[in-house]
């Protein structure tokens, strides 16, 4: 059975503090890792999807990366607005699924 | 280019009547995608369908739930006889024909809260 975990389950950040959120993974053929931003009360919104160990992906202040075992996203200079849960997910082979892992809440203070 | 639309965003039932949940993929996705998000917890699968196919429907509950993505129209999920636990966030996602291994798009959900 897939798993995901994402740690830590809440970050608080000042303006301009960057970090990492973790997402470790165990799954029987990773056919893709994704990375889903969520505000309160909407649906997620997609970031970036990985395909392979190794690859990178950056959209403004976030970049994701990905190793055999797990996904970093990192979260450059971060601003009030990146605020929100995001949410990591693998694919299973057959590409019927995705498997979510809990979140990480994350808050940017001003 | 619209989204993936869900409707209704929110939705009231009393114990025992149904729930009709509907989801219109994005122009040019034929893969449809359920999934439900408790209060406090992470999304889990529920159903995967294509056009007139449900393909995979290992994450559904065995009873009361049922969902189908007909030739015309919108995927349905339906929820009959509805308790307090089915009280929850259900969210649909489309892909592409082509690929259905790409991007899921997610739409805003349909919140619903059993009295």
């Known amino acids: 059975e897939d798993q995901v975990t994402q740690s830590p389950e809440a970050l608080r950040l000042q303006e301009g503090e960057s970090s990492s959120l973790n997402c470790s993974y165990t799954?029987?053929?990773?056919?893709?890792l994704f990375w889903y931003r969520q505000d309160p009360g909407k649906g997620p919104e997609f970031l970036f999807t990985l395909y392979s160990a190794g690859e990178e992906k950056e959209k403004e202040r976030l970049k994701a990366t990905l190793t055999k075992k797990e996904s970093f996203l990192h979260i450059t200079a971060p601003k009030p607005e990146d605020s929100a849960t995001y949410l990591c997910a693998v694919q299973s082979p057959s590409g019927s699924r995705l498997t979510f892992g809990e979140g990480t809440q994350l808050t940017v203070n001003p | 280019n619209a989204g993936v639309m869900q409707n209704p965003r929110h939705l009231v039932r009393r114990r025992g009547q149904e729930a009709r949940l509907r989801c219109s993929p994005m122009?040019?996705?034929?893969?449809v995608y359920w999934y439900r998000q408790l209060p406090e917890e992470g999304l889990k699968f529920m159903v995967y369908?294509?056009?007139?196919?449900?393909?995979?429907e290992s994450g559904m509950p065995k009873e009361r739930f049922s969902a189908e993505f007909p030739k015309e129209g919108p995927s349905i999920l339906r929820i009959q006889q509805v308790v307090r636990g089915d009280s929850a966030a259900y969210f649909c996602?489309?892909?592409?024909?082509?690929?259905?291994?790409?991007?899921?798009?997610f739409g805003q959900g349909t919140r619903l809260t059993v009295v």
């Open positions: 122009k040019g996705h034929s893969h």
């Open positions: 996602a489309s892909s592409p024909l082509q690929d259905p291994g790409t991007e899921a798009f």
């Open positions: 369908l294509q056009k007139e196919n449900i393909i995979d």
């Open positions: 799954v029987s053929g990773l056919r893709g």
